[in-house]
């Protein structure tokens, strides 16, 4: 039974209308992009008249195309493995310590999340132009390693308080040393959420536009600004390919998230 | 909490190193820029407002502070409008449908703003999807313009947004109490009095939670006004870009991000005591 709605029909009916009608919305742009990509290369065609893989060829036989690809996945892996690097040992530290500050410091590795990214862009824009890191693949990946910090920080926190801090205090007891807790106590409690944490950290930075636009240029960009520009200036059918491969990316690491967080919630 | 199992917790020294490396590439990267763009607001061959003062009188900033406050206001109150019902539509399913309906609301959560954007554009611009069945139906003779100005931004802006507001006014109807529903219903109230005096105030904290979220998501947009709207519809973080690279006026470009940093932090600020108070603390999850 519906209690929401008391027993009218009619309220129910009119809500679950509105509520397909904005299904659509959310949903048709997603997917539209699908049927085009493997329609006319020469236009940008709903519904495609033939069936080609064309815009697929043109994107992986552009090198301006395919680089920006290579060079996002690289920045996306470099990313996600040096944020880790930082972000799980400190998130051990401030949940396992009772340093004085501790919480103005989680608040500063959360503030990336909300200070507004135009502001963040314009920042680093004048601050790498002054240390030579504009146009840099460094430059880049240092500033998605800030950007990413935030979203593997919540993730490996939320571990730790679910983890059980009992096995670490036995391990002590019986004589391990800090460092093989860490890595044979903790370390395998927190698999999950590293991993959705990594995962959050790839797609963050594979999408990341805003301050990409602001610090790469013709030797360093990334493919959501070249997808930027092209929109802006050209609206090229290879979009089309370029968004169906990016989207069914993002979905196989969503769905990854999910099982992982079905996973953790159902062993806990 | 850890109270009485000291034996695991970290000495400071050892924190401290733990915590060292990326407190200093914070400082590094996101305190040290916010700095500089500070300074170079209020930095021209000595300590000066000017930036602000000229802010505050040219035209063309205000006409943007005036587009960013009606497009992000807008935007949230369609949201806020379209949102509830879909929320309400969602907390009536049983938990495995909700779960299969949450996923086309996630959707365009996933999907890369740079791809819904392009979409946006397939769908409703002028050789678009939309506007091809308009001119069938009518022969050719209805063409809506759709893109590239103000009603593109709000499109690009809803679709952005929506998921955000479902979810915050979704949580507070799961957990409001049904049997107040079927008690008023059993003493005869109909179905737009138990929404009035039951259903809608016991889900304000989802609503403005939703709406502080939007509003603080899009007062910083910059991607959607610059793809789907025209020269008229500039928001602040497209001016930030536009002295940035079109005046290589650093200073005005500057004090323009100050004035969103203030803004923004005002809003989330807001946000954190409205949470607090409500005790929602995961409503954007």
Request: aromatic residues 8%.
């Amino acid at each position: 039974m519906n209690e929401l709605f008391g027993s009218s029909r009619a309220a129910r009916r009119i809500t679950s209308t509105l509520a397909w009608l904005c299904y659509l919305f959310l949903l048709v742009p997603s997917l539209i992009v699908i049927p085009i990509s493997f329609g006319n290369p020469g236009q940008i065609e709903f519904p495609p008249r033939q069936l080609t893989l064309d815009l697929y060829r043109q994107f992986f036989t552009d090198p301006a195309w395919w680089g920006s690809m290579v060079q996002s996945l690289l920045v996306a892996v470099a990313t996600t493995l040096l944020t880790l690097l930082l972000a799980v040992p400190a998130a051990y530290a401030l949940a396992r310590s009772r340093l004085p500050g501790r919480r103005g410091l989680q608040g500063l590795f959360m503030m990336p999340m909300l200070v507004p990214v135009i502001v963040l862009g314009l920042g680093l824009y004048l601050q790498f132009s002054s240390w030579g890191l504009l146009d840099t693949t460094a430059g880049i990946i240092l500033a998605h390693i800030m950007l990413t910090t935030p979203y593997i920080m919540v993730s490996v926190l939320s571990g730790l308080k679910h983890s059980d801090i009992a096995l670490e205090t036995v391990a002590a007891i019986m004589g391990a040393s800090r460092v093989t807790i860490f890595f044979r106590v903790v370390l395998p409690q927190l698999k999950a959420a590293i991993a959705v944490g990594a995962l959050f950290a790839f797609l963050m930075s594979l999408d990341e536009v805003v301050v990409a636009y602001f610090l790469t240029g013709t030797q360093t960009m990334t493919l959501p600004v070249k997808m930027f520009s092209s929109i802006r200036w050209e609206l090229t059918p290879v979009l089309a390919a370029v968004s169906t491969l990016l989207t069914v990316l993002s979905l196989l690491i969503a769905l990854g998230i999910i099982a992982l967080q079905r996973k953790t919630e159902a062993s806990s | 909490m850890a109270s009485s199992t000291s034996a695991s917790d970290l000495g400071p020294g050892t924190a401290l190193l733990l915590l060292a490396p990326l407190t200093v590439l914070m400082a590094a990267i996101l305190l040290y820029p916010l700095g500089v763009t500070v300074w170079t607001s209020v930095n021209n061959g000595g300590f000066t407002l000017s930036a602000y003062a000229d802010l505050a009188q040219s035209t063309l900033f205000l006409k943007v502070l005036r587009n960013t406050f009606e497009i992000a206001i807008g935007g949230t109150l369609m949201s806020l409008v379209i949102g509830y019902p879909v929320a309400m539509h969602l907390a009536a399913q049983p938990p495995t449908r909700r779960t299969a309906y949450l996923i086309m609301v996630m959707l365009p959560f996933w999907t890369s703003i740079l791809v819904k954007s392009f979409a946006l554009v397939a769908v409703f611009g002028n050789q678009g999807l939309v506007n091809q069945l308009l001119g069938f139906l009518s022969g050719g003779a209805i063409k809506l313009p759709m893109m590239f100005n103000r009603v593109g931004v709000i499109l690009g802006m809803l679709n952005f947004l929506l998921p955000f507001m479902i979810l915050s006014i979704l949580g507070s109807l799961l957990s409001l109490d049904r049997r107040l529903i079927l008690a008023a219903e059993t003493m005869g109230a109909g179905p737009l009095r138990i929404f009035w005096r039951i259903t809608l105030p016991l889900s304000m904290p989802g609503m403005i939670a939703g709406i502080l979220i939007n509003v603080t998501l899009s007062i910083g947009m910059y991607i959607t006004p610059a793809l789907l709207g025209g020269r008229q519809d500039m928001m602040v973080a497209n001016l930030v870009d536009f002295y940035t690279r079109q005046t290589l006026d650093w200073t005005a470009a500057s004090a323009t991000a100050v004035v969103l940093l203030v803004l923004s932090g005002l809003l989330v600020a807001l946000l954190g005591r409205v949470r607090g108070a409500a005790g929602l603390s995961e409503a954007g999850a």
